[in-house]
């Protein structure tokens, strides 16, 4: 179920958080993620970098 309007940012924050230090785990690396995953969460930690990218590039300045 996705989340409601009213919280959907405060509760997808915890599961970006979950992503991200995944990958930190990998260093970074996609070819050491592929390694570390199966062929289906490795094709989705590859399609969850560019999306993302591209929402912190349209923020310039943003004091969280």
């Known amino acids: ?7 959907r940012f405060e509760n997808t924050r915890g599961d970006i958080a979950d992503c991200i230090e995944a990958l930190g785990e990998n260093d970074w690396n996609l ?6 995953a199966s062929d289906h969460e490795a094709r989705g930690m590859r399609r969850f970098v560019k999306p993302y990218k591209e929402v912190a590039d ?7």
């Not at 179920?1 to 919280?7: E, I, K, L, Q, T």
């Not at 349209?58 to 969280?64: C, H, K, M, T, V």
């Open 31 to 36: 070819e050491s993620m592929n390694e570390a």
């Open 58 to 64: 349209g923020f310039e300045d943003i004091d969280a």
């Open 1 to 7: 179920m996705g989340n409601m309007s009213y919280c």
